[in-house]
């Protein structure tokens, strides 16, 4: 039977076929894409965005050709020779990157004229103050920079920070919103071995453990504001704060990490990682694992970074009145408790007299030592609130209402009667056997290789000695 044939222009015939070719090739692309995320890369950006359009040609052209030969059958009676899929793509191909190329002039052309018209065009302020370029270090924060960020973000939406690292869910335009607002970075201009004016050093007594790196860390707040303190000295930071920390091991500069507060509350954590020689840095984008001397070591993306600074912990990691209340040898060579120094200066407001943290390898009592370990390395999720199921790690709760005698939810790792901690039980107390794991039961779980043995043993001296719960 003939089919009837139509009368079509060439644009309706042209957007018959496009249309139907997109639909035709879709759910494959779809498939595509599923099947990327499942393995853990992400398709729309890097070498997941790469895989997608290149497996992307041979579904548009095979589309192309499919619905090409049935609306040319169907409308014009026509019976289509040949390869017309590969034909009908490339002319596609050459004619979108006319129209993309010419509409990216008109944009530009329409910014640089806007700049001169109106000097203090937002769009122009951004991209000459705000944006960070990989590999190289802005000027330190300035109320200028902040105003504009913020703005910015209102422009293109925030990530949402109070969900868990690996469920955070954001389009590459939120992403790189907040890489462009981090404005305060860790470094003088041209000379990346010296802390920027206006950060304040730090250091909590009782450090998180990171593989024996040495750590340097600092803080900026924005002037005018201040640090509030909860009930149990927990800081609350204003928008625009910033952590710095910088790590070394074995004398050789590894990365320095940035963690920022937004106006809308929200954080952000960024990981610039060093070169060979440590004289420039770039902004890690996915997490990776380099050789340091032969010693394994994970930089994380900036999505992991909210793994550990957990919104039930405030966010920060050691930034508490009871880390600080310890002495710090100061550059300006003077020696005082960081808590007061901070008060005095007016950068903390006063807050409740809350018990300072042991250093754990101090000559404090082994209990009061081992529950500072546990306090740094596991409350930022083991207590209420928390991402974790269950146990209290926090130093302010006692062992027997956090986790002492509490039984496991997740796993026992293969030791029958195993508890959180077992009084008199090293060998079944989990929180012992995690730190010294190196598989999937090693807590923390995130970029560590390397047992703190240190840790380890005064752990097991403690959990020895007890005969019940304290």
């Known amino acids: 039977m003939a089919h009837p044939v139509e009368s079509i222009s060439s644009i309706k015939l042209a957007w018959a076929v496009s249309w139907s070719a997109f639909w035709t090739g879709f759910p494959f692309k779809l498939i595509v894409a599923l099947l990327l995320l499942a393995g853990q890369v992400h398709p729309w950006e890097g070498a997941g965005l790469v ?9 548009d052209i095979w589309a192309v050709g499919l619905t090409a030969r049935t609306v040319f059958l169907e409308r014009l009676g026509m019976e289509v020779q040949g390869p017309v899929g590969v034909s009908l793509w490339w002319q596609g191909a050459v004619l979108g990157a006319l129209v993309l190329g010419g509409g990216y002039y008109v944009v530009g052309t329409t910014v640089a004229v806007g700049q001169k018209i109106f000097p203090t065009m937002d769009v122009a302020i951004i991209r000459s103050i705000v944006t960070i370029e990989k590999g190289t270090y802005s000027p330190a924060i300035t109320e200028e920079a902040i105003r504009l960020c913020n703005q910015f973000q209102k422009q293109v939406g925030s990530v949402k920070t109070d969900i868990p690292y690996d469920k955070v869910v954001a389009n590459v335009q939120e992403v790189k919103a907040r890489e462009a607002c981090v404005v305060a970075i860790a ?12 950060l304040v050093p730090f250091a909590p007594v009782a450090p998180f453990w990171s593989d024996g790196a040495t750590k340097e860390r600092w803080l900026s707040i924005p002037d005018g504001t201040r640090i509030t303190q909860d009930a ?8 625009g704060t910033v952590f710095v920390k910088s790590f070394s091991l074995g004398g050789k500069r590894l990365e320095t990490r940035l963690f920022f507060r937004y106006a809308d509350g929200g954080w952000a954590g960024f990981t610039y990682a060093f070169n060979e020689p440590g004289t420039d840095a770039t902004l890690v984008t996915e997490s990776r694992d380099i050789d340091v001397n032969g010693q394994r070591w994970t930089l994380l993306s900036p999505a992991q970074c909210l793994a550990c600074h957990t919104s039930a ?5 050691g930034l508490e009145a009871a880390q600080l209340d310890s002495s710090l040898h100061y ?12 008060l005095h200066v007016g950068m903390v407001a006063p807050g409740p007299a809350v018990p300072a943290l042991p250093d754990p390898q101090g000559g404090a009592p082994l209990e009061q030592r081992a529950r500072a370990i546990l306090h740094i390395n596991c409350s930022q999720c083991h207590r209420p609130g928390g991402p974790a199921l269950n146990g209290d790690f926090r130093f302010g709760t006692p062992p027997s209402q956090g986790y002492c005698g509490v039984s496991p939810v997740v796993s026992e790792m293969g030791v029958p009667g195993a508890l959180l901690v077992a009084p008199g039980h090293p060998e079944k107390s989990l929180v012992l056997l995690r730190m010294k794991a190196l598989d999937e039961h090693r807590m923390p779980p995130l970029a560590s290789h390397v047992v703190d043995q240190a840790s380890v043993d005064v752990l097991t001296s403690w959990i020895g000695s007890l005969s019940s719960c304290p």
């Not at 149990?232 to 928008?239: A, V, W």
């Not at 912990?313 to 990691?317: E, K, R």
């Not at 550059?331 to 901070?342: C, D, I, S, V, Y």
């Open 331 to 342: 550059p300006n060579g003077r020696t005082a408790n960081q808590l007061a120094t901070l």
């Open 187 to 198: 470094t003088e201009p041209g000379d990346v071995t010296r802390p920027a004016a206006g």
């Open 51 to 59: 895989t997608l359009l290149v497996v992307s040609v041979p579904i």
């Open 313 to 317: 912990a405030g966010f920060s990691l």
């Open 232 to 239: 149990d000295g927990n800081f609350e930071f204003p928008p």
